[in-house]
T-cell receptor, first 114, second 112 residues
Framework: AQTIHQWPVAEIKAVGSPLSLGCTIK??????LYWYWQATGGTLQQLFY??????VESVVQLNLSASRPKDDQFILSTEKLLLSHSGFYLC?????????????FGPGTRLTVL | QQKVQQSPESLSVPEGGMASFNCTSS?????YFWWYRQHSGEGPKALM?????GDKKEGRFTAHLNKASLHVSLHIRDSQPSDSALYFC????????????FGKGTSLTVIP
């Protein structure tokens, strides 16, 4: 069975500090990977997607970057946090690009920027 | 402009009652519609998908799609307190990793 793990569970960071969030998928080779951001109680905004190792595409510009250093790992980072970065960050995977494929979400990381 | 619009914003139903959610999209490229459910503090989980006009039933859940009007709905019969959650409609075009849009969600509270 596939499992998706996100770390850390929660972070409290200062404005201007760096950030690194991680996501690991086990039990599935070469998944499509996604990062989403969700404001408290709000909709999900897709941030990045990755088809393969080393290849990441940006969907929206939020002063964040993403990398896929391994087939099963997806990293979200920034060098300088803004207040607007606060929210819930979700990693997801799917079998393919087509709309027929379900996206499987991780448990999320709650980020508070002060 | 929000490409996927949901209504109502929130909904309260008694235990055992029917909960109904609506979703309308503004992009005729959308062909694939999904309903996701998110319990507080967790990641969303897919409930069901619908790609063809008409009804699709899975247990207590029934989805309906009308592609001509770009309207999709979800109905939950015999609602349970564990159904209390945020419900999202999501839509995708035929292809394109970035073409996956979520609505703002409907918050459901099932009252015991």
């Amino acid at each position: 069975a596939q499992t998706i793990h996100q770390w850390p569970v929660a972070e409290i960071k200062a404005v201007g500090s760096p950030l690194s969030l991680g996501c690991t998928i086990k039990g599935k080779s070469s998944p499509n990977l996604y990062w989403y951001w969700q404001a408290t109680g709000g909709t999900l905004q897709q941030l990045f997607y990755s088809i393969t190792v080393g290849q990441v595409e940006s969907v929206v510009q939020l002063n964040l970057s993403a990398s896929r250093p391994k087939d099963d790992q997806f990293i979200l980072s920034t060098e300088k946090l803004l207040l607007s970065h606060s929210g819930f960050y979700l990693c997801a995977w799917s079998l393919g690009d087509w709309g027929v494929y379900e996206q499987y979400f991780g448990p999320g990381t709650r980020l508070t920027v002060l | 402009q929000q490409k996927v619009q949901q209504s109502p914003e929130s909904l309260s139903v008694p235990e055992g009652g029917m909960a109904s959610f609506n979703c309308t999209s503004s992009d005729r490229n959308f062909q694939y519609f999904w309903w996701y459910r998110q319990h507080s503090g967790e990641g969303p989980k897919a409930l069901m998908s619908i790609f063809s006009d008409g009804d699709k039933k899975e247990g207590r859940f029934t989805a309906h799609l009308n592609k001509a009007s770009l309207h999709v709905s979800l109905h939950i019969r015999d609602s349970q307190p564990s159904d209390s959650a945020l419900y999202f409609c999501a839509a995708r075009a035929h292809t394109g990793y970035q073409n996956f849009y979520f609505g703002k969600g409907t918050s459901l509270t099932v009252i015991p």
